[in-house]
């Protein structure tokens, strides 16, 4: 089955840093790779998605870019603010012609130093 | 629209006894994840429901087991609880692709 592995653990960065968290998978079938966001005590949070038709996908200042070849897929924030001090989890999954189930990375806990 | 939602929030048992946990997806999604979430710690992937059948299940033993109704709604029974299975349990529904969660059911076992 998949398995997909998560760097690093845990991320500590200035705010207004960047931030790069990077995940590679296993399985060369698996074409959908979703980034979650749990605050603490809160759910997981869809906060950006790729398929592997594209190469990268950005949403104001979240970016993910996924290397189809080297099978790693990175999930990069820029201009950090202190609300983006979470737990982050990537996932990869099969998505054919319906639903399929995530195989989620470790996570990382990252803290946005004021 | 209303998002997907589990019941109850807390659940405190005694270690031996049966937990039913139960998640209302997203209006239209008609497949149902469970995960467990263990304290700092990841998803495990526990079960899958879609058409109201089980199409795969994680590395979890057989008395955590469920099923889905009709309606899409889902139910998570764990059977003679240990210790070990404290944890917020997850639930998240799908409709061809993104996968969203509920708040999760928060079980303790003494």
């Known amino acids: 089955g998949e398995n997909v592995e998560q760097h690093p653990s845990t991320l500590s960065v200035q705010e207004g840093d960047s931030a790069v968290i990077k995940c590679t998978y296993s399985?060369?079938?698996?074409?959908?790779f979703p980034w979650y966001k749990q605050e603490l005590g809160k759910r997981p949070q869809l906060i950006i998605d790729?398929?592997?038709?594209?190469g990268e996908k950005k949403d104001q200042r979240i970016a993910v870019t996924l290397n189809k070849t080297a099978k790693h897929f990175s999930l990069h924030i820029t201009e950090t603010q202190p609300e983006d001090s979470a737990v982050y989890f990537c996932?990869?999954?099969?998505?054919?012609?319906?639903?399929?189930?995530?195989?989620f990375g470790t996570g990382t806990r990252l803290t946005i130093i004021p | 629209e209303a998002g997907v939602t589990q019941s109850p929030t807390h659940l405190i048992k005694t270690r031996g006894q049966q937990a039913t946990l139960r998640c209302s997806p997203i209006s239209g999604h008609t497949s149902v994840y469970w995960y467990q979430q263990a304290l700092g710690l990841g998803l495990q992937f526990l079960l899958w429901?879609?058409?109201?059948?089980?199409?795969n299940r994680g590395n979890f033993p057989p008395r955590f087991s469920g099923r889905q109704f009709p309606n899409y709604s889902s139910e998570l029974n764990v059977n003679a609880l240990e210790l070990e299975d404290s944890a917020l349990y997850l639930c998240a529904s799908s409709l061809v692709g993104r996968s969203f969660f509920g708040q999760g059911t928060r079980l303790t076992v003494v």
């Open positions: 996932a990869a999954s099969k998505m054919d012609f319906g639903n399929e189930k995530l195989t």
């Open positions: 429901y879609d058409e109201g059948e089980e199409r």
């Open positions: 399985d060369s079938a698996s074409n959908y």
């Open positions: 790729i398929r592997s038709n594209v």
